[in-house]
């Protein structure tokens, strides 16, 4: 069974720059999330989408970050503009929509902003 | 609101002895509470999860992790170490819910280094 795919693994980038990564979960996932992990602490939800609708963004800096879900499979998340304090990595997850079903990671997006 | 505490950030351990990772959370009602591991340049891998019944989870590559409600403690461990489980691991809670948020709260991790 292929697992969560993420592109690019790695981006540098300026401060005011936009960036966006992509996901593609495991296939027959409806649930979909995107974690932060800033160097030294434990990940943290962005996002979690149930097939193409948003369930939580309580924690999305909307102000910059964005996501989306068009066909409820493929996800893109773009920040616009990045700042220093974005510098992360970006992990995308999935898992089968059961209530008691874990989360699955893709290998993650290393951004660096500079 | 949850959280989760791992009161070590790195734990070592010669090859061949047990090795305990700990961790104690807190959350509203009842919990839903899991270990990953993370790999160097890797992503988080599930090793074991708590939803109900028997407190003595088992799970990958030999791990178990105890449930305990009255401690709210959910620690890792493991019989025999072995170098390759040198890693970073992370506690995770969510509340028990059906629907809504399955939102993981992560502890920030304890960094395991088994020596030879």
């Known amino acids: 069974e292929a697992g969560v795919a993420q592109s690019p693994r790695y981006k540098i980038i300026e401060k005011r720059q936009s960036v966006a990564f992509w996901c593609n979960p495991i296939?027959?996932?409806?649930?979909l999330y995107w974690y932060q992990q800033i160097l030294g602490q434990g990940p943290k939800l962005l996002i979690q989408?149930?097939?193409?609708?948003?369930?939580?963004d309580s924690q999305l800096p909307k102000d910059r970050f964005s996501a989306e879900r068009l066909k409820g499979v493929d996800s893109t998340l773009k920040i616009q503009p990045a700042k220093l304090e974005d510098s992360a990595v970006y992990l995308c997850?999935?898992?089968?929509?059961?209530?008691?079903?874990?989360?699955?990671f893709g290998q993650g997006t290393r951004l660096t902003v500079v | 609101a949850q959280s989760v505490a791992q009161p070590e950030d790195q734990v070592n351990v010669a090859e061949g002895n047990p090795l305990t990772v700990k961790c104690t959370y807190s959350?509203?009602?009842?919990?839903?509470l899991f270990w990953y591991v993370q790999y160097p340049n890797r992503g988080l891998q599930f090793l074991l999860k708590?939803?109900?019944?028997?407190?003595l989870v088992k799970g990958s590559y030999g791990f178990e992790a105890e449930f305990n409600k009255s401690q709210t403690s959910f620690h890792l461990k493991k019989p025999s170490a072995l170098v390759s489980d040198s890693a970073l691991y992370f506690c995770?809670?969510?509340?028990?819910?059906?629907?809504?948020?399955?939102?993981?709260?992560f502890g920030k991790g304890t960094k395991l280094s088994v020596i030879p």
């Open positions: 997850a999935s898992s089968d929509p059961a209530w008691n079903t874990e989360a699955f």
């Open positions: 296939s027959g996932h409806a649930t």
């Open positions: 989408f149930q097939n193409n609708g948003v369930v939580d």
């Open positions: 959350v509203s009602g009842n919990p839903y």
């Open positions: 708590y939803i109900t019944g028997d407190n």
């Open positions: 995770a809670v969510r509340p028990v819910t059906r629907a809504g948020s399955y939102q993981l709260t």
